[in-house]
C-alpha cells in the first residue's frame, strides 16, 4: 500500500509540476502579451505624435500664408487711400472749374442778351449807318 500511496503522491505531484510549467507558460505568454501592446501604444503615441505635428506644421503654414494676405491687403488698402486723396484733390479742382465755367458761361449770356438787346433798340439807326446814308 505504501507503493500505491507513493504513486498516488508522484502523480499528484507530477500533475502539480504540469500544472506549475502551464503556469509559467501562461505568464511568459501574458507578459510577451503586455510587452508587444506597450509596443504598439508607444508606436500608435509616436504615429499620434507625427499626425499632430503634422497637421500643426500645415496650421502654421496656413497662418503664415494668413498674415501674408493680410499684409498684402493692408498694403494695397494703403496704396488705394493715397490715391484716392490724390483723386479727390483733383475732383474737388474739376468741380471748380466746372462751377467757374458756368459762373463765366452766365455772364457771358448776359452780355449776349445785353448787346442783343442793344442791337434791337437801335437797329434801325445801325441800319442806316450801314446803307450809308
Known amino acids: 500500500m505504501a507503493t500505491l500511496a507513493n504513486k498516488s503522491l508522484e502523480m499528484m505531484i507530477g500533475g502539480l509540476l504540469e500544472a506549475t510549467q502551464n503556469m509559467q507558460r501562461d ?16 508606436l500608435s503615441y509616436e504615429q499620434s505624435e507625427q499626425r499632430a505635428a503634422a497637421s ?9 500664408e494668413l498674415v501674408d494676405r493680410v499684409a498684402a491687403t493692408e498694403t494695397a488698402v494703403s ?17 471748380r472749374w466746372k462751377l467757374m ?3 463765366a458761361l452766365g455772364v ?16 434801325a439807326d445801325i441800319w442806316r449807318v450801314l446803307r450809308g446814308g
Open 108 to 123: 457771358t449770356g448776359m452780355a449776349a442778351a445785353a448787346l442783343a438787346s442793344l442791337v434791337t433798340a437801335y437797329w
Open 56 to 64: 500643426r506644421s500645415k496650421m502654421y503654414a496656413k497662418t503664415d
Open 27 to 42: 505568464i511568459t505568454e501574458i507578459r510577451r502579451d503586455i510587452k508587444d501592446s506597450d509596443s504598439r501604444a508607444a
Open 79 to 95: 496704396k488705394l487711400n493715397d490715391d484716392m486723396t490724390g483723386v479727390k484733390a483733383v475732383t474737388a479742382e474739376v468741380t
Open 101 to 103: 465755367g458756368l459762373g
